[in-house]
Each structure stands twice: as structure tokens, then as C-alpha cells.
């Protein structure tokens, strides 16, 4: 593991970030792109469809330059118009908390994980059953919706994407070679942006609480 392996993904995570909290940005200051979102859901349908043929694209080309980096820049783009349409059912202000929550825990648990001398690696078993458990919990919800429900999935979706944070910020020191920076990034990236779409859903929870 190399200071300059490090600073490339997590220069790749900032711009990352950067690029969906302009977005989100765009999208809660202009009416008129959320009423365009809103009126046709489908749009995120087909965004989330494009993201994943884009993953699957990243998976395959990850060492081919510059290819990479173009299906990265997609795969973001595509996430940061998900996130815009998320969070523009929120209001600002719990957004924000949401951020800077993210943001806090995501650099606490990275400075802990970086410094640790603990075998992570471990946790990665538990941490995609929880996650298939997760999503089926998903389909139960249209069923049981409540207030309690919805509090215990979001507190419960925020811990798991806490674990593989610790998760793949292990991975990226131990397991990945200098020339996987690309799949450093986009792991760390989708926790950061599930960790901020579950931490939303809970401070929202609490407020109707």
C-alpha cells in the first residue's frame, strides 16, 4: 500500500462526492427540474438500470485506461441524479444534517480502519447476508408500514453500510493491487452514498417521531 495508491482514490472519492452535492444542489434550488423529475419516475428507473450496466462495464474494463475512468464518471453521474431525486423529497435542512453526519462517521471510521491493526477482512460474509436481508426487508415494508418499521430499517441500513465502510476500507489497504484504485473508489462511493440516503431516512423517521 502506497501514500500515492491512497491519495488517488480518495482524490476519486472527493470529485465523486463533489459532483452529486453539486447536483442535489442543482436539483433542490431549481423548481423546475424537480417538478420535470417528478413527473416522470421512470426516468430513475432507467437511471438505475444504466448505472448497473455501467458497474458491470467498470468491473470488466477496470484496468483499461482511460475507459475507466469514463464508465466511472457515467456510473457517478447516473448515482448523482438518483440522489438528486432522493433528496429532493427531504427538506434542506435535514439534508444537510444528513451530510455532515455522513461526512463525520465516513472520516471516523476511515481514521479508525487506516490505523487498526484488526483483520476486517472477516466481515465481509455477515455483511452481504445482512445486506440480501436488507433488501428483501424492502418488499415486507410495502406490507407493515409504519413509523417504527421505518425508524428500525434506516437505523439498521446506516449500521451496515458503517460496517462496510470498515469493510472496504480494509480492502483497499490489504486486498487490492495499486492498479484497482478505480473499484477502491466506487466501493467507497456507494457506501458514502448509502450510509447519506439511510442517515437521511432516519433523521427524517425521528422528526415524524
Not at 476519486?12 to 423529475?37: D, E, N, R
Not at 431525486?85 to 444528513?98: G, K
Not at 472496504?168 to 484504485?181: A, I, V
Request: some cysteine.
Amino acid at each position: 500500500l502506497t501514500v500515492a495508491f491512497l491519495r488517488k482514490v480518495y482524490g476519486i472519492l472527493s470529485l465523486q462526492v463533489l459532483l452529486t452535492t453539486v447536483t442535489s444542489a442543482v436539483f433542490l434550488y431549481t423548481p423546475g427540474m424537480q417538478a420535470f423529475l417528478h413527473a416522470w419516475p421512470a426516468l430513475l428507473f432507467l437511471s438505475g438500470l444504466g448505472s448497473l450496466a455501467l458497474i458491470l462495464a467498470l468491473i470488466f474494463f477496470r484496468h483499461k485506461h482511460p475507459v475507466n475512468l469514463y464508465l466511472l464518471f457515467g456510473v457517478t453521474l447516473l448515482e448523482a441524479v438518483t440522489v438528486a431525486f432522493a433528496v429532493s423529497f427531504y427538506d434542506l435542512a435535514i439534508v444537510l444534517q444528513a451530510f455532515i453526519l455522513t461526512t463525520a462517521v465516513f472520516l471516523g471510521l476511515t481514521a479508525y480502519t487506516l490505523q487498526s491493526k484488526r483483520d476486517f477482512s472477516r466481515l465481509g460474509g455477515g455483511l452481504f447476508t445482512c445486506l440480501w436481508i436488507l433488501i428483501l426487508s424492502c418488499f415486507l415494508r410495502m406490507f407493515f408500514f409504519n413509523e417504527t418499521v421505518e425508524l428500525v430499517f434506516a437505523a439498521a441500513g446506516a449500521l451496515l453500510f458503517c460496517g462496510f465502510i470498515i469493510y472496504d476500507t480494509h480492502l483497499l489497504m490489504h486486498r487490492l493491487s495499486p492498479e484497482e484504485y478505480i473499484i477502491a473508489a466506487i466501493n467507497l462511493y456507494f457506501d458514502f452514498i448509502n450510509l447519506f440516503l439511510y442517515l437521511l431516512h432516519l433523521l427524517e423517521a425521528f422528526n415524524k417521531k
